[in-house]
């Protein structure tokens, strides 16, 4: 099912088992992937023409919105970001467990190109 054109949200304290997230994969329609995220800097503002679910298992960061603000993410809180939405993936100071869902069978770093922000639909200018 896809989703609907619109910012990226996060939702905290979404779940609270591996369990749940597979069992919403499921039923969402998903291919799931297992992403680990070591130590990095931040990301730049970017998008994605495809519509992704991130499901943190482990560690702590945050994620920038399309305005910049830090939205922080823990262990239970789950990513929702529609096709085009503006976001960037925070500076990640220790090891990130997450598993992603979306909604085609490909490797995931294939299917989530980092496309730059002033080319997103969603952008204002």
């Known amino acids: 099912m896809a989703l609907e054109p619109g910012p990226m949200q996060v939702l905290h304290g979404h779940f609270t088992t591996k369990a749940e997230v597979l069992d919403e994969i499921k039923r969402l329609d998903l291919w799931p992937t297992t992403f680990v995220s070591e130590r990095m800097a931040e990301l730049p ?37 529609p096709a085009g939405a503006l976001h960037a993936e925070g500076e990640v100071t220790q090891r990130m467990v997450y598993i992603v869902g979306i909604p085609v069978a490909e490797n995931l770093r294939d299917a989530l190109d980092l496309l730059p922000a002033k080319t997103s639909p969603l952008s204002a200018g």
Do not use: C
């Not at 991130?54 to 939205?71: H, K, N, P, Q, T």
């Open 45 to 81: 503002v970017h998008w994605h023409d495809i519509d992704n679910h991130g499901f943190v298992l482990e560690g702590s960061s945050y994620v920038l919105d399309a305005s910049g603000e830090r939205i922080p993410l823990g262990p239970g809180d789950k990513l929702v970001i």
